[in-house]
């Protein structure tokens, strides 16, 4: 499985980016798919998750209402749509795939139950 990410960039605050993050390889709709972020300094920490295809989806409490994600498995593609963007979500934004089907609210927060990352792409915004 490999997962490429893609679509960051360079954005001014209050603007909007959506990344992308396309899968290739054996998938499966019922894996959790999630982002995740590392700024400069910091540990990777967890953004949004879509738990599998029509299931919950669950945010980090600094982006909710601001990002979205969903997926799209006829084209094997999940998507974060980023709005009212702020100078702190820039950060190296990096897509996930878990096997574990059945994470909790919690457990698929956690980066150590993600099997498979994709390269990351940088976001940016300026004040």
């Known amino acids: 499985v490999q997962l490429q990410a893609y679509g960051g960039g360079l954005v001014q605050a209050g603007g909007s980016l959506r990344l992308s993050c396309a899968a290739s390889g054996r998938t499966s709709s019922s894996w959790p798919m999630g982002w995740f972020r590392q700024a400069p300094g910091k540990e990777r920490e967890f953004v949004a998750v879509?738990?599998?295809?029509?299931?919950?989806?669950y945010y980090a409490d600094s982006v909710q209402g601001r990002f979205t994600i969903s997926r799209d498995n006829a084209k094997n593609t999940v998507y974060l749509q980023m709005s009212s963007l702020k100078p702190e979500d820039t950060a190296v934004y990096y897509c996930?795939?878990?096997?574990?089907?059945?994470?909790?609210?919690?457990?698929?927060?956690?980066?150590?139950?993600?099997?498979?990352w994709g390269q990351g792409t940088l976001v940016t915004v300026s004040s």
């Open positions: 879509i738990t599998r295809s029509g299931g919950p989806t």
């Open positions: 996930a795939a878990s096997r574990a089907i059945g994470l909790g609210q919690v457990t698929t927060k956690r980066t150590g139950n993600y099997d498979y």
